[in-house]
RNA sequence: GCCCAGAUGGUGGAAUUGGUAGACACGAGGGACUUAAAAUCCCUUGGCCAGUGAUGGCCGUACGGGUUCGAUUCCCGUUCCGGGCACCA
């Protein structure tokens, strides 16, 4: 009987929809099982076949779990505010919600011939009110609160305000953009607007004037993890500082909880290790260094606090406000040119071209230690945004230093014993500390340094520094507070409104507020964001309403906000919602958050390492401080499917000629490598017709063939249309069918690891499911019997069920597909047709190829779904070998195999080795030293 | 520059974590069936050498060392590819 993939898959999907078999209710009788892909953005290009893999992976691993007995959640839904849409909107005019809606479909379609066990109906979409009224309302709750350092959580800013009240800021240990103080009664002095001003500083959802990345050519802010090496993620437009007022999540707070969470989940080392590289830990020293004939006093934060003895200059970042303050007037001029000059420089410039530049201010600094005067200098190789964007420098042991101070010829001063600075400077963490002070000086309090290790002298400096208040040992991390507004049109609105300039938040019973309509998707011509463009975008205070802007009167009517939030703020917490997707009274009940708790496998690509898994955890771990998320880590295993990429062919065309020469020949000709679409090459082999009839160019085409064919060259590359190597998983589906696309995919190699797709093995995985079919037919009739099963059966089952069992739990597909091979392979040739053997083996493949496995699994009798049915167990005892072949080897040289009984014990074999029975032709004269006796597999004779 | 991961046939990749390297699949070559094609099935397929032959020998997991009876696996050094961070003091 033909194996009709077609039929079969068609009449299992329909089926698996009308008796609504993927669907999840929460059941406290059965253990819970979350599995989680990041959800999609859907573009309008459609999925490529390397789009299915994690999600055929996750698929596998829920289908196995729900066998295993567990009531598992497997959602799926769309991420679908992004950029495209909102592009795409400005050059046709068409709303971007017509366009997601249109990709969500051709998804949805691509996605069902696939056959996913996903339970559609907790969907959702980021844009959809329903759902986004929830990031509306996270993000009411991060206004509402501020983070305390001494419970380590976020807290409802009412406490803040009690404890002004009580006692003003003394005593308060608050997480804060700058430090305040104040009385409680001069709290009280303040008026309203002061008072939320103050308030603000706190806030875990702030608005602040702060740098950020501008994006021209996008016309927006981006996030820091949007912008790599100086232009913008998304279309690699330049990126500039500027200094604009926005919202803010004080993500920074979260640091250090975020880097402890790590050890306690379950990713690997690699993610683990990017992401606390982003966080960035440092610990370090802030010192205080006096300004010399003045007043002022700064603070720096150093790693190398031992290091202070070295330190021959000082150094400003151009965008600190101390430059102002200690440039003398002499050197005015000069430090306005150099301003003038950084402020022209774009984040690019600066990583392209690392020059050294800088100006002296004309203050002098005094040391702590030694009272020395040392000159404070401006540079824009001191960050603005770390520490507090001064340091000391000690050019003897940082190559910044070192390279700045042999540019302006300042002072080198060696702290190490034996290091060699002539060159360059010694950054190593090691050595015996010298000149700590100098010979023949004296330190405060004959403080010295010298003969301790550098570990033993940071240590020391730290300890004097802190008991003689000389500054305070800090911790610093290069994690920065997300920057949460968006110049765009196509994103979630802002529950804010605008009363003098304050931002009041709409009453949360009012959510969603949804976004308004606008006639162009552009910014507006003053420059204001595109929801500027909006008519009806005023807030009512009396009716509570979105009303006409006309009607904004600043007393009862106020404009809204024109920002909108980024890409991360509904991908942040809907793992959450799945699992309570239609309540509308919360963001999920206690009960639904309690019973699924948090993903227990979360499969995605490692690109998001420094986003979107940053930004969720932090969420999470905000709403888990709120009592709303019972688990402190949203992911608990994370997988990353590696990319798939694209196996690109191309064809050679002899140069000012339309004749194309064949890739062995081409060496012969002067010729240019053109991509083809691989399409229309099959096993390398270029269909000539489909490639006349590809571009009209190539209509007259000529061809120089070798063997009369004409072979392509190839290379591995992205998968993208430009080069016309997308492959469509409808077209293998077509095909193949589903059940084979999903075994190849798996089969193509680790799921982690990234591999380019080429769609010539494709035919293995196809025969074999035909063999596996086949196994159950004779001719045309359908034969399973109900004998018993011989010993060599039960063993081909049971070596299968181990494998394949142990293999899913460590996601290694790719080596179980050929298990089954193997097993179809030998239970084919010993012709077994025994339900006994067979049944356990359409369970084992059901999660691989659901469809076939649903057909088979109907035809022996069953009137339930293959995915009600257990998994079986395998049982040692059918694996046990009577014999056991045993290695011969002579000096670990192997010569030949002998079979033991299994139950041969060491003394025996090696009594047998001893005895010269194994043949002694190899032993004769020799006298044996030893014998190593690996179990049940190597008998090593040491010979002399 | 720093950190992480990796390198195995013509190709994708296996190898029970120290025990017969190259499973399984693709591709290639040969054969069977067929008027023919498709489909299906069988054999060969890391390299070199010897033999008519069954077969036997040597080399071989990026490169160079080391530990071990035995190393793709562990250790040290080198080269190359990929990823992350990058004037973060």
């Not at 010694?426 to 550098?454: C, H, Q, R, W, Y």
């Not at 529950?495 to 507006?524: I, S």
């Not at 494998?803 to 193997?822: G, L």
């Not at 083996?841 to 257990?870: R, Y």
């Amino acid at each position: 009987m033909e194996y009709n993939f077609r039929e079969i898959e068609k009449k299992w999907q329909q089926r698996w929809v009308a008796q609504q078999t993927y669907r999840t209710t929460e059941n406290p009788e059965r253990k819970k099982f979350y599995v989680l892909n990041m959800f999609p953005y859907p573009s309008g290009a459609g999925l490529h076949v390397g789009h299915p893999l994690g999600y055929i992976a996750s698929d596998i691993y829920a289908r196995y779990k729900r066998l295993q007995g567990f009531n598992v959640l497997n959602p799926m839904g769309y991420d679908a505010y992004g950029l495209p849409a909102e592009q795409y909107a400005i050059q046709t005019g068409q709303h971007p919600a017509i366009t997601t809606d249109q990709n969500i479909a051709r998804y949805r379609e691509q996605l069902d011939k696939i056959g996913f066990s996903f339970d559609w109906s907790r969907e959702v979409r980021t844009c959809d009110p329903k759902y986004y009224h929830w990031t509306q309302w996270a993000f009411q709750q991060m206004f509402g609160s501020f983070y305390c350092n001494k419970c380590q959580s976020a807290q409802p800013i009412e406490k803040l305000i009690e404890h002004f009240e009580k006692q003003g800021t003394a005593d308060l240990d608050a997480v804060q953009n700058e430090e305040l103080s104040f009385t409680a009664d001069e709290w009280r002095a303040k008026s309203d607007n002061e008072k939320q001003q103050v308030l603000m500083n706190y806030r875990i959802a702030y608005l602040a004037e702060t740098m950020v990345n501008w994006c021209p050519a996008l016309g927006t802010v981006l996030a820091n993890d949007e912008v790599v090496n100086g232009v913008s993620e998304r279309g690699g437009y330049p990126v500039e500082q500027k200094r604009m007022k926005q919202w803010c999540l004080r993500v920074s707070a979260y640091a250090q909880r975020l880097l402890d969470g790590l050890e306690t989940i379950d990713w690997t080392e690699s993610l683990k290790e990017t992401q606390r590289n982003w966080i960035g830990r440092s610990e370090g020293t802030e010192m205080q260094f006096k300004v010399a004939d003045s007043d002022i006093e700064f603070t720096i934060f150093t790693t190398r606090a031992d290091t202070i003895f070295g330190v021959t200059f000082m150094v400003l970042a151009p965008e600190s406000e101390l430059v102002a303050q200690l440039t003398t007037p002499e050197q005015k001029a000069a430090v306005d040119e150099y301003l003038a000059y950084v402020k022209k420089r774009t984040e690019r410039d600066r990583i392209s071209d690392r020059k050294v530049t800088g100006v002296f201010s004309g203050s002098y600094a005094i040391n702590p230690f030694t009272g020395d005067k040392i000159p404070v200098w401006i540079s824009e190789y001191v960050l603005a945004g770390y520490g507090t964007g001064a340091i000391m420098a000690v050019p003897a042991h940082d190559s910044r230093d070192y390279a700045f101070a042999r540019h302006f010829n300042l002072p080198i001063i060696p702290l190490i014993e034996g290091a060699d600075i002539s060159e360059e400077s010694f950054d190593a963490k090691e050595g015996i500390v010298m000149n700590s002070p100098a010979t023949g000086k004296t330190a405060l309090d004959g403080f010295s340094l010298n003969g301790l290790t550098v570990k033993e002298a940071i240590a020391a400096t730290k300890q004097f520094v802190t008991e003689h208040k000389l500054g305070r040992v800090k911790v610093n991390y290069r994690l920065r507070d997300a920057i949460f507004s968006r110049q765009r049109y196509w994103g979630e609105p802002f529950p804010v409104y605008y009363k003098d300039g304050m931002p009041q938040m709409v009453p949360q019973e009012c959510l969603p507020l949804e976004l308004p309509e606008v006639d162009k998707f552009l910014p507006t011509e003053t420059g204001e964001p595109p929801l500027g463009n909006a008519k009806k975008w005023a807030w009512d205070t009396k009716t509570n309403t979105i009303v006409d802007n006309s009607l904004i009167d600043n007393d009862t009517v106020f404009p809204l906000e024109l920002n909108t939030m980024p890409g991360f703020a509904g991908s942040s917490a809907y793992y959450l919602r799945y699992m309570d997707p239609h309540n509308d009274q919360a963001l999920i009940s206690k009960k639904a958050d309690e019973y699924w708790q948090n993903v227990d496998l979360y499969v995605g690509g490692s690109e998001h390492a420094t986003g979107h898994l940053i930004y969720s955890r932090f969420w999470n771990k905000f709403l888990f401080d709120l009592g709303v998320s019972c688990k402190e880590e949203p992911f608990q295993k994370l997988v990353n499917q590696g990319m798939i990429q694209g196996r690109s062919n191309f064809v050679y065309r002899i140069k000012d000629t339309n004749t194309f020469v064949s890739l062995g020949l081409k060496d012969q000709y002067d010729v240019t490598p053109l991509h083809v679409d691989v399409n229309i090459v099959s096993g390398d082999v270029l269909d000539i017709e489909a490639f006349k009839a590809w571009r009209p160019e190539y209509a007259t085409a000529e061809f120089i063939l070798e063997d009369g064919k004409y072979i392509c060259g190839w290379a591995v590359e992205k998968m993208s249309k430009s080069m016309f190597n997308v492959v469509n998983p409808d077209m293998i589906v077509e095909k193949f069918g589903a059940d084979t696309l999903r075994l190849y995919e798996m089969f193509l190699g680790p799921v982690e690891q990234a591999k380019p797709w080429d769609t010539n093995g494709i035919d293995g995985s196809h025969r074999f499911l035909k063999k596996f079919w086949n196994m159950f037919w004779q001719k045309d009739d359908f034969v399973v019997t109900d004998d018993a099963p011989t010993p060599a059966e039960l063993k081909s089952l049971h070596k299968l069920i181990k494998k394949v069992t142990e293999d899913i739990e460590v996601f290694s597909y790719n080596t179980s597909i050929p298990a089954f091979m193997i097993a179809t392979n030998e239970l084919t040739q010993l012709k077994c047709q025994k339900r006994a053997i067979l049944e356990p083996m359409v369970v084992l493949i059901a999660p691989f190829a659901p469809h076939i496995a649903e057909e088979l699994w109907e035809k022996m009798g069953h009137t339930t779904s293959v995915c009600d049915a257990q998994w079986p167990t395998f049982n040692e005892k059918y694996l046990v070998e009577d014999t056991v072949k045993m290695m011969v080897a002579f000096n670990g040289k192997t010569r030949f195999s002998i079979d033991f009984p299994a139950d041969a014990d060491n003394a025996t074999i090696e009594a047998a080795a001893r005895g010269h029975e194994l043949t002694p032709k190899y032993v004769e004269d020799k006298q044996i030293m030893k014998v190593i006796i690996v179990p049940k597999r190597m008998i090593n004779i040491v010979i002399k």
